[in-house]
């Protein structure tokens, strides 16, 4: 992380060592907590926070099943968002989620919803379509994206490709793809068509301003 982003790093075991070893953070960026301390942030996410209260907050976890449990308990209680870092993924995978964080944006898995890498063969035995969302499901799902992503959104729907995007917008086609994954895990979908048709259903609502 040093050598990628030219900042200085430090560790420790808990939140209480960390505030003990290094009591001032007035240039803290990002705070990465391990899967360990998942309760803990839990039961003290002020307290975490106040290290610095600009700094971006992401929970570490090897174990999706931990990482899921956690921001399940998170959206129960209201708690502010953090991001979610797979320390599973390849590096250059975690290196740009990461930068994400470190742009302000929070990265959610969409292993953590339950829902499917596309490319996962489909059940012998095929589900009922799931209802179509109403209006307010539609504009609360909208509610959640940043303004890169309703860019990268508006772009996907008139047919743009990721390396156009990345082109129009300045940006590698590897974020695009990292923009698109965060978007459809928060859309609750799995491939770039269903995202247009919730861009085409919100535009008919006027939800996406």
Same mark, same amino acid.
């Given at each position: 992380? *040093?050598? *990628?982003?030219?900042?200085?790093?430090? /560790?420790?075991?808990?939140?209480? =060592?960390? *505030?003990?070893?290094? !009591?001032?953070?007035?240039?803290?960026?990002?705070? #990465?907590?391990?899967?360990?301390?998942?309760?803990?942030?839990?039961?003290?996410?002020?307290?975490?926070?106040?290290?610095?209260?600009?700094?971006?907050?992401?929970?570490?976890? =090897?174990?999706?099943? #931990?990482? =899921?449990?956690?921001?399940?308990?998170?959206?129960?209680?209201?708690?502010? !968002? %953090?991001?979610?870092?797979?320390?599973?993924?390849?590096? *250059?995978?975690?290196?740009?989620?990461?930068?994400?964080?470190?742009?302000?944006?929070?990265?959610? !898995?969409?292993?953590?919803?339950?829902?499917?890498?596309?490319?996962?063969?489909?059940?012998?035995?095929?589900?009922?379509?799931? !209802?179509?969302?109403?209006?307010?499901?539609?504009?609360?799902?909208?509610?959640?994206?940043?303004?890169?992503?309703?860019? #990268?959104?508006?772009?996907?729907?008139?047919?743009?490709?990721?390396? /156009? %995007?990345?082109?129009?917008?300045? %940006?590698?086609?590897?974020?695009?793809?990292?923009?698109?994954?965060?978007?459809?895990?928060?859309?609750?979908?799995?491939?770039?068509?269903?995202?247009?048709?919730?861009?085409?259903?919100?535009?008919?609502?006027?939800?996406?301003?």
């Amino acid at each position: 992380m *040093e050598m *990628e982003f030219r900042t200085r790093c430090v /560790q420790a075991v808990s939140l209480d =060592r960390l *505030e003990s070893l290094y !009591p001032d953070y007035p240039d803290l960026r990002l705070l #990465i907590v391990d899967e360990d301390l998942a309760d803990d942030l839990l039961e003290r996410a002020d307290a975490y926070r106040a290290l610095n209260r600009t700094a971006m907050i992401a929970l570490g976890y =090897r174990d999706v099943e #931990i990482a =899921r449990h956690h921001y399940g308990r998170t959206r129960e209680a209201g708690g502010a !968002p %953090i991001g979610y870092l797979s320390m599973n993924a390849p590096m *250059e995978v975690l290196l740009s989620s990461m930068r994400m964080l470190f742009h302000g944006e929070y990265f959610l !898995p969409q292993g953590l919803l339950g829902i499917a890498p596309p490319g996962t063969p489909a059940p012998d035995t095929a589900a009922p379509p799931a !209802p179509a969302a109403t209006g307010a499901e539609t504009c609360e799902k909208l509610s959640r994206l940043t303004g890169r992503e309703k860019e #990268i959104l508006e772009l996907v729907s008139s047919g743009n490709s990721n390396k /156009q %995007i990345a082109r129009q917008l300045g %940006i590698t086609e590897h974020t695009v793809k990292l923009h698109m994954h965060n978007m459809f895990g928060k859309f609750g979908v799995s491939n770039r068509t269903a995202a247009a048709n919730m861009y085409f259903a919100a535009q008919s609502q006027n939800a996406l301003r």
